[in-house]
């Protein structure tokens, strides 16, 4: 392959972009990126500060607020014609003395996976009309391991996981590509308490083979090139992007 033909490749100016809890943290970096790459960028977040900047396009919207989710994306497809990317980066973490709180449990479902398959559904049936889009699906190493006092978390992650091949599949013949990627220990405001405690702060680093933090920036690569005719052979995948943390043989 020449450079110009992979420049052609990997080319997303003019794509229409979607991506869920973009107000902040890998959301917001994620939809920074697919910008300066000269795509129109939706961010959807139920908090979210008006960047002002042409083709970086804010809307406020709960997703747990399942009803208002086809209406949104159908105002997206009338004023495009078209979703080529859809980067579903929403989720929740509730702290709660009782993680098992059914409560607890129902309001991280509504958000991390509910909301998930929702706007998914509504955005394929949209990429069908074209037979081309790409989902990508942001899940974590919570979908692979046991992690202590939330479970609600875990469930939602890997079914998260599950959809992204059940997706894969059923869309596969309308050219739809759906993948994961799997983010480890990112500095966010999520994490920014355990990222502030020295100890949690050390061990979750030594359990990485690179002995560090992610960073926001460290996920907008793989998304960039998933979202792109880079992969176009790819599909029902998962990138981890933990530092080496699942694979650590220690």
């Not at 009338?78 to 980066?89: E, F, G, M, P």
């Not at 889009?133 to 992650?157: C, M, R, W």
């Not at 002995?211 to 998962?238: H, M, N, Q, V």
Request: aromatic share 8%; net charge positive; with cysteine.
């Amino acid at each position: 392959m020449n450079m110009e033909t992979f420049k052609k490749q990997f080319d997303l100016s003019n794509k229409v972009v979607i991506v869920t809890g973009a107000g902040r943290g890998n959301g917001l970096q994620i939809a920074k990126d697919f910008h300066k790459m000269g795509s129109t960028v939706y961010r959807i977040d139920k908090k979210i500060v008006n960047l002002k900047k042409k083709n970086l396009i804010d809307i406020n919207l709960d997703l747990s607020n399942l009803s208002q989710i086809k209406s949104t994306i159908l105002s997206i497809y009338k004023k495009h014609k078209r979703i080529d990317v859809l980067v579903n980066n929403v989720g929740v973490s509730i702290s709660s003395k009782i993680p098992y709180d059914i409560q607890i449990v129902k309001k991280t479902l509504d958000v991390n996976l509910l909301s998930i398959i929702e706007i998914s559904y509504c955005v394929a049936e949209i990429m069908k009309k074209k037979n081309n889009g790409s989902i990508i699906n942001v899940t974590s190493l919570g979908a692979h391991q046991g992690f202590e006092d939330n479970p609600s978390y875990q469930v939602s992650k890997s079914g998260l996981s599950q959809l992204t091949r059940a997706m894969a599949k059923d869309y596969g013949n309308f050219g739809i590509r759906v993948n994961s990627i799997c983010p480890g220990y990112i500095k966010t405001n999520m994490t920014i308490k355990s990222y502030l405690n020295k100890k949690k702060n050390k061990k979750y680093k030594n359990r990485t083979m690179l002995k560090r933090w992610g960073k926001p920036e460290d996920l907008s690569g793989p998304c960039l090139f998933l979202a792109s005719k880079l992969s176009s052979y790819i599909t029902a995948s998962e990138i981890v992007i933990d530092g080496g943390w699942l694979k650590n043989g220690y």
